[in-house]
């Protein structure tokens, strides 16, 4: 008998070890990282990531502090945490962000790294009241400048000819966490989550600037191929849309396996301030189901819901609903044709898209326009509806060329709603 009590409280104790372990902190600043704001710290930061990981996995903690650093990869059990006045800084040499397999704009290629890159790491989590700042200033100027002097030649620039680092990539995790961390800056989109599910970002403050330098492609939250994601309590003003559905574009997209559906986003309680669009469906995007956005503020002069509509990818948005909106906004609803970047690749498809099931409900907001529903001639629009708005607006219609939108009870500027083919 004391044998089998010996070895069970020797298994327990074990158990506790092992536990512990698991759950070890690593502060960066006792494993050789300097609190010098000029120096590179990325060999030193991601020395750290990889002895966590060798010793079982960890939390590696920013303390307070600037600490400058190119792209950083974490590894299995390995998590992040910014304790309050940290602040993870990025390079703003793109040499500091390794060329390597990656995923951008609805297509599998070779990019570069972001600032934070988590793959197949499941469980990973960010936390804390610290920020994580892109230090895009110079990746926006060159941007600009590089699009100043194609202008003068007559052509246009797609994003990517430009390289800049996103903020954060999370690409084939599960059971994510993203709490409470400030994330600012960020020389591309900010947070891009790829082929992950179960994902939860909380608490958030994420920006980048209008003025005086524009910070463009900044989206705040890219939803690419993932299912069951949840935006809760977050504040987001971004150079470009705020949170956007994606998973795929050009004529074959959903044949490729790396392309898919996103699907079970709730998206609640959060304030979106300046931005170009509040909740966008593409224009990467070859599915989107079960969207829902609801009780959040609006603080902006951009659509509350823009579904681009690509003429050379077949999209299919069902079952959105947005409700319990209030605040300032541009459109109600923006449905327009999305022809940047148009590229059949030689492909004899005729792409079009279905729209269906969607709800727009119990809003209540000062609107620079009420919108439009318009699209490529053979996209398909059914089970459209608009309940319980009450809007002021100086454009007081809707311009709408699909057959079946029900309007119930949607006042604008004390009146019902007039719709103008």
Not at 62 to 88: N, W
Not at 292 to 319: A, H, S, W
Not at 397 to 413: A, P
């Amino acid at each position: 008998m004391q044998f089998i009590i010996k070895r069970l409280l020797i298994l327990t104790l074990f158990t506790v070890i092992g536990i512990n372990a698991m759950a070890q902190d690593y502060i960066i600043t006792k494993f050789g990282v300097g609190n010098d704001s000029t120096k590179l710290n990325t060999k030193a930061i991601q020395s750290v990531i990889d002895k966590a990981y060798q010793k079982g996995g960890g939390t590696i903690v920013i303390p307070k502090g600037v600490y400058l650093s190119g792209a950083l990869f974490f590894k299995p059990k390995t998590k992040l945490l910014l304790q309050e006045g940290a602040v993870l800084k990025g390079s703003d040499d793109i040499k500091d962000y390794p060329f390597i397999p990656s995923r951008m704009e609805g297509r599998s290629l070779k990019y570069f790294a972001a600032l934070v890159n988590a793959t197949n790491v499941d469980g990973f989590s960010i936390s804390g009241s610290g920020t994580i700042d892109g230090n895009g200033l110079k990746f926006w100027k060159t941007f600009w400048a590089h699009l100043d002097s194609l202008k003068k030649l007559g052509r246009e620039s797609t994003n990517l000819e430009v390289s800049r680092p996103r903020l954060i990539f999370i690409w084939g995790c599960n059971n994510v966490n993203i709490k409470g961390v400030k994330l600012r800056n960020s020389g591309f989109w900010t947070t891009h989550l790829y082929q992950s599910n179960n994902v939860l970002i909380e608490d958030c403050d994420i920006r980048s600037p209008f003025r005086p330098v524009k910070a463009p492609s900044t989206d705040g939250i890219d939803i690419d191929f993932c299912k069951k994601v949840t935006i809760r309590n977050c504040y987001i003003s971004v150079n470009d849309d705020a949170i956007c559905i994606k998973g795929g574009k050009g004529p074959d997209a959903q044949k490729l396996p790396e392309n898919g559906i996103v699907e079970d986003v709730l998206i609640e309680n959060c304030t979106i301030g300046e931005a170009h669009a509040t909740l966008t469906m593409g224009s990467e995007c070859i599915h989107a189901r079960n969207i829902t956005m609801r009780n959040c503020k609006v603080e902006n002069n951009c659509p509350i819901l823009k579904m681009k509509m690509r003429g050379d990818t077949f999209q299919l948005y069902e079952n959105i609903t947005v409700e319990n909106i209030t605040g300032k906004c541009g459109a109600i609803i923006d449905l327009n044709p999305w022809k940047q970047f148009f590229d059949l690749a030689g492909s004899t498809a005729r792409p079009f898209g279905t729209i269906r099931n969607i709800k727009i409900v119990n809003i209540k907001v000062e609107a620079t326009k009420f919108g439009e529903m318009d699209g490529n001639p053979e996209d398909k629009v059914s089970g459209f509806l608009f309940k319980d708005l009450e809007v002021t607006t100086k454009t007081p219609f809707l311009k709408n060329r699909h057959q079946d939108v029900k309007i119930e009870n949607v006042m604008v500027n004390g009146a019902p709603l007039m719709v103008k083919p």
